[in-house]
């Protein structure tokens, strides 16, 4: 890909990625409401879903940005993070779940920041990092729909347990990897500068 078009800001992904963090609001007083929880959860799946769909038209189209690499994984925290503190509130799902996930995005933020600050170097979303925000995205709002008395709750709790369980694994997993590649780029850039 060239220079060009991975500095391009006006692409259809950094659109849609654009669209789920103006949602974000949209979604969390819509659960918050009394008469409007299902639509919430209803709206919460579609900015979920375009996640899915702004990455498949990235890379099918040749669309993948330096601006999509940063506003793509932003959505997803924002996203997460407002729909896991919503649940809290109203009483859908456990505190102990939404910190096991809110604490390391805290911690992944921190590291982020950090590595901005300092011009550190830069640490690519790993596959398994994507995965695991894609279960938990799932998996965690099921867990809610049950708890919050929608349709078919017994079936959503199920696979919201089920989910869950997996996609924490492979969110602390993924941390464990990132910690790595950190470690390795500092590695090669102390061996970089010393050869030179």
């Known amino acids: 890909m060239s220079d060009a078009?991975?500095?391009r800001i006006a692409t259809i992904p950094n659109l849609l990625s654009a669209i789920r963090i103006l949602l974000i609001p949209v979604f969390v007083l819509m659960i918050l409401g009394e008469d409007s929880k299902l639509e919430g959860m209803l709206l919460l799946a579609l900015v979920q879903s375009t996640d899915w769909?702004?990455?498949v038209i990235a890379r099918r189209y040749g669309q993948v940005t330096e601006l999509?690499?940063?506003l793509d994984p932003l959505a997803d925290r924002l996203a997460v993070g407002a729909a896991l503190i919503t649940f809290v509130v109203v009483d859908a799902l456990p505190l102990w779940t939404a910190l096991t996930v809110l604490v390391r995005d805290g911690l992944v933020l921190l590291a982020a920041?950090?590595?901005v600050l300092t011009k550190g170097p830069r640490i690519d979303v790993r596959r398994i990092g994507k995965i695991a925000t894609f279960?938990?995205?799932w998996g965690l709002p099921l867990?809610?729909?049950g708890n919050l008395g929608l349709p078919f709750p017994h079936l959503a709790r199920i696979c919201g347990w089920a989910f869950f369980g997996a996609g924490i694994?492979?969110?602390w997993v993924a941390a464990g990897m990132y910690v790595r590649d950190l470690r390795t780029a500092y590695a090669s850039r102390s061996s970089t500068h010393a050869q030179g």
């Open 113 to 115: 920041i950090y590595l």
């Open 53 to 55: 769909v702004d990455g």
């Open 135 to 137: 279960t938990l995205m």
């Open 169 to 171: 694994l492979e969110y």
């Open 143 to 145: 867990i809610a729909w």
């Open 68 to 70: 999509g690499k940063l």
């Open 5 to 7: 078009s991975s500095n």
